[in-house]
């Protein structure tokens, strides 16, 4: 049995800035991811005047409840969605103007909805270049609070912002939800909410969010799920291989953590505790029908290890993975196909074809870290893959290429 220690989690690490950020005290950040995207997130707060003490792993982050420490910032979001969705939520609760711009990459991703609410709730936003879209800049003058509608289908992330603004207006929030993607993201915000001494509260569609500021706690920062799916997928994948994932057991809060349960329907034996998750090959992955709406990014993952099913796997409703770094469904198919893999796809769906992948292959990664990490596991059954951009997944996991060779090798 190979133990794995994954890096903290990237969508809990994002939250944990913003809540600290906004909270009253200094709170601790315990194992926080270290990566493009949260120094970016962490370099941006800095930016806007909160102070960020780093330490190897504990990151202290003095809070302003009442908003940025300066009165005009700019800031560089890299590529960083959270980043680049949180950060001007953040601000439209303070004092001040800040201009905010991004990567060529974030700057395709669409913030529109998001943009949509914070002006029905006041907020003075205003895009530089294409509407719905950074560069942007935020003239803030506090949130009064109230009630407003939210189409959350292209992103979780426009909810997840909303709603951790809640506490930090006037009166609160009450945002009701027409169409929601990635639905368990949101139950992390909302859990990491209520330990920060927030008050939240749904009802059907509707999220009620109390007037109740944060308070600073010390916050473990658990292990990344998505990240943890390329280890659990190599183990599935390898005859005689099993692979355990310390601190992503029964309690975890990311919903991606059911990828596991995606594996146990293809054939692998799975084991989950308070401590950990365990998947272990039992030699055969079989074919399947899945949908992965609610756990959409561990789709690459999926995809680059169907061809050595013993019968088609069909992927539904991820539509929403066209709008990440890259077109995932249509990079997933790309490569595949250049693998020589038999693939179809439609708006919202793949569907991929037992077959053996063949090499020499050039992985077009599309600045994609999640393309990357998916076909290095395809890769331990196909000699000759390499990637064109090998050094994106810096932007979750700088150590990924040494680690998981570390992994291969103890084959």
Known sequence: MTVIHIPGSKSVTARALFLAAAAEGTTTLLRPL???????????????????????DAWHIEGRPAGPGVETAEVYCRDGATTARFLPTLVAAGHGTYHFDASAQMRRRPLGPLSTA???????????????????????????????????????????????LGPLTAEGLDITVTDLVSEPYVEITLAMMRSFGAEVTRE???????????????????????????????????????????????????????????????????ETTDSGTTVRSTGTLRGLTVNMRDISDTMPTLAAIAPFA???????????????ECDRLDA??????????????????????????????????????RVV???????????????????????????????????????
């Open 34 to 56: 270290v990566s493009d995207d949260t120094e970016g997130f962490a370099e941006g707060l800095g930016a806007l005047g909160y102070a960020v003490r780093r330490e190897p």
């Open 118 to 164: 914070l002006r029905e709730l006041g907020v003075d936003l205003r895009h530089g270049e294409k509407d719905g879209h950074h560069p942007l800049s935020v003239h803030a003058a506090g949130v009064k609070g109230g009630a407003l509608t939210l189409d959350a289908g292209q992103s979780s992330q426009y909810l997840t912002a909303l709603l951790m």
């Open 204 to 270: 059907g569609r509707t999220y009620r969010v109390a007037p109740t500021g944060y308070r600073a706690p010390t916050y473990g920062i658990e292990p990344d799920a998505s990240t943890a799916s390329y280890f659990f997928a190599a183990a599935a994948l390898e005859p005689g291989r099993s692979v355990t994932v310390p601190g992503l057991g029964t309690g975890a809060l990311q919903g991606d953590l059911a990828f596991v349960d995606v594996l146990r329907r293809m054939g692998a034996d799975v």
């Open 310 to 324: 013993d019968g088609p796997v069909r992927i539904e409703d991820v539509a929403n993975t066209r709008v990440k």
């Open 332 to 369: 997933c198919a790309e490569n595949l196909r250049r693998l020589g893999i038999s693939v179809e796809t439609g708006p919202d769906w793949i569907e991929i074809h037992p077959g053996t992948p063949t090499g020499p292959v050039e992985i077009a990664t599309h600045g994609d870290h």
């Open 373 to 411: 990490m998916s076909f290095a596991v395809t890769a331990l059954r196909t000699p000759g893959i390499t990637f064109d951009d090998p050094g994106c997944v810096k932007k979750t996991f700088p150590d990924f290429h040494e680690v998981f060779h570390r992994y291969a090798r103890t084959a």
